[in-house]
């Protein structure tokens, strides 16, 4: 939202009257920790409910459906409406779901290229449709770190942030390691972890579809067993490519085929149907390779020779207003179709994303949707799984959308400090330079301010102190030790000079559910921050 129309917010508010009675973070069902079928694989956590809300990203569907989160606001009178939460019901708020994480400098394979990370997430949509996905890989080298935002619901980007960062370590383990990992499962022997995962305590799993994840799982490494060029295992690009492309074929493959029980499908089908896009970074001593689909954002924080900060992006989002993006679609379809292929800057009038994990309705037939809708039908109704029979206008050549990811490399230098993974709700609000200022100035605590400029001291009185105003607020402590926390506080909260307002980040969190979606997204952020003396000349 706009800071210059934030106000707006308080107008629409002020019409409902509630009042906290306590915060607590939202719930989804009963979590209850299980044991995985196969220990190092998959560690597994049961969801007892489904719940879907309206998102953005498509402009023609998403009706509330399923069970939704008991809010702690209610209705009361005029006079209970407490609007200025205080400080520590905002720190409560936007703290409930911050990690950080310190990662070994050597963990006994080598060094590593990543000091520490923090992340954090608010959710504006009940339940919350962006995940994160943070882990070591044991097999290979390096780190992996994801952020996923869902549409359509979550159940997308929940299985592909279980998911994705396996098929990334899998492509790039050796065959020695992968034939060890088949010997483990013929001989039901435990099996090598393949990854170190680094979780929320509030993040959760599918546990009921485990068995299916590690048996296409399996099946995908099988595949690279049976290849004569997988000896030591993909390089990171190869490996995010081909993951990315592989788990959206097994999505998209899980909804049509008959499945253990009716709670597995209808899972696989809500997880086809809904969507997300993904951003997945592979950080590791030489460099960073990213593979991204959608319109998340990975950004690298650079500190120049002088101090100051600069923004280096490694990803580009993939919606309307990336031309190439949308000239690349245009020519996969026929020339007829160049005007509806994208209308309303949305994919067929519909999608904002122009590349996403599952959306299956921009992928399949008609004929295919229609048959799986129908097949479902008779043991679910599909109006609790936000299901309903639909197809996008204007479609005649399907598919329409695709996983593809694009992929860049850069390689560590010693001016590299930090990189900022984040969903489109942060990047709604946050340009990548003022987002990486942000973090540059909390990590170094040096507020750099350029000097007053000629045409600045022609200004007048006022305009000189409006711009003193400007200048003051950029030295103000940080409130949070957390980077992620500290830019969503700023995403949400800053004023007209660039000074957290306490007024508008109280209103921009106290919405009630059904405005909030209405002025912002959720977000998530991640920000890692790197070991650039790795990238530092050697001296003998």
């Known amino acids: 939202m706009s800071r210059r129309v934030w106000a707006s917010v308080l107008q629409r508010v002020s019409s409902y009257?509630?009042?906290?009675?306590?915060?607590?973070?939202?719930?989804?069902?009963?979590?209850?920790?299980?044991?995985?079928?196969?220990?190092?694989?998959?560690?597994?956590?049961?969801?007892?409910?489904?719940?879907?809300?309206?998102?953005?990203?498509?402009?023609?569907?998403?009706?509330?459906?399923?069970?939704?989160?008991?809010?702690?606001?209610?209705?009361?009178?005029?006079?209970?409406?407490?609007?200025?939460?205080?400080?520590?019901?905002?720190?409560?708020?936007?703290?409930?779901?911050?990690?950080?994480?310190?990662?070994?400098?050597?963990?006994?394979?080598?060094?590593?290229?990543?000091?520490?990370?923090?992340?954090?997430?608010?959710?504006?949509?009940?339940?919350?449709?962006?995940?994160?996905?943070?882990?070591?890989?044991?097999?290979?080298?390096?780190?992996?770190?994801?952020?996923?935002?869902?549409?359509?619901?979550?159940?997308?980007?929940?299985?592909?942030?279980?998911?994705?960062?396996?098929?990334?370590?899998?492509?790039?383990?050796?065959?020695?390691?992968?034939?060890?990992?088949?010997?483990?499962?013929?001989?039901?022997?435990?099996?090598?972890?393949?990854?170190?995962?680094?979780?929320?305590h509030a993040d959760f799993n599918y546990r009921e579809s485990a068995s299916l994840y590690i048996e296409h799982l399996r099946v995908f490494w099988q595949e690279l067993l049976d290849s004569d060029e997988h000896d030591e295992g993909m390089s990171p690009p190869d490996a995010l490519d081909r993951a990315f492309k592989r788990l959206d074929a097994d999505i998209s493959l899980e909804a049509q085929v008959p499945l253990a029980n009716d709670l597995m499908r209808s899972t696989a089908i809500q997880v086809a149907f809904a969507g997300c896009t993904a951003c997945v970074a592979h950080v590791g001593t030489e460099g960073i390779h990213v593979g991204n689909a959608g319109d998340c954002r990975v950004v690298l924080g650079v500190q120049e020779k002088d101090g100051s900060w600069s923004a280096l992006p490694l990803s580009q989002d993939h919606n309307s207003q990336n031309q190439v993006e949308v000239e690349r679609l245009k020519a996969q379809h026929p020339s007829s179709e160049r005007d509806t292929v994208v209308t309303d800057d949305r994919l067929l009038g519909v999608l904002m994303p122009l590349r996403a994990f599952g959306d299956v309705r921009f992928k399949w037939s008609r004929e295919l949707q229609q048959s799986i809708l129908a097949s479902l039908e008779s043991r679910v109704d599909l109006d609790s799984l936000n299901l309903y029979q639909y197809t996008p206008p204007n479609y005649l050549t399907p598919p329409y959308l695709d996983v593809a990811p694009e992929i860049t490399y850069h390689k560590l230098r010693p001016q590299d400090r930090f990189l900022i993974l984040g969903t489109d709700g942060l990047w709604d609000e946050l340009g990548s330079e003022e987002a990486v200022r942000l973090i540059g100035e909390h990590l170094s605590g040096i507020h750099l301010q350029a000097p007053v400029s000629p045409s600045e001291r022609q200004l007048k009185l006022g305009q000189m102190h409006e711009l003193l105003l400007k200048r003051q607020v950029r030295a103000s402590p940080a409130l949070d030790t957390n980077a992620a926390t500290h830019l969503i506080r700023h995403a949400l909260g800053t004023g007209e000079y660039g000074e957290l307002c306490q007024e508008r980040l109280a209103s921009m969190l106290a919405l009630p559910e059904d405005l909030a979606r209405m002025y912002r997204d959720d977000i998530t952020a991640t920000v890692v921050y790197l070991n650039s003396d790795l990238a530092r000349p050697r001296h003998s």
């Open 17 to 200: 009257t509630f009042k906290f009675h306590s915060i607590v973070p939202l719930q989804f069902g009963n979590l209850a920790a299980v044991p995985s079928p196969h220990p190092g694989l998959f560690h597994h956590r049961h969801i007892s409910s489904w719940g879907t809300s309206r998102s953005d990203k498509l402009s023609s569907s998403g009706e509330e459906s399923g069970n939704r989160s008991q809010s702690k606001r209610h209705l009361s009178t005029r006079q209970d409406l407490d609007f200025q939460l205080n400080q520590v019901q905002i720190n409560s708020i936007l703290r409930s779901n911050e990690q950080t994480v310190s990662v070994p400098e050597f963990d006994g394979r080598g060094l590593s290229a990543v000091r520490k990370f923090e992340s954090n997430q608010l959710a504006s949509n009940t339940p919350n449709e962006d995940r994160r996905s943070a882990a070591t890989c044991l097999q290979s080298k390096g780190m992996l770190f994801g952020v996923f935002d869902g549409h359509g619901g979550w159940a997308c980007a929940q299985a592909v942030s279980e998911r994705l960062l396996y098929y990334v370590a899998v492509a790039m383990m050796s065959r020695q390691s992968l034939e060890e990992l088949e010997r483990c499962m013929e001989h039901g022997r435990p099996v090598p972890p393949i990854l170190q995962w680094h979780k929320h």
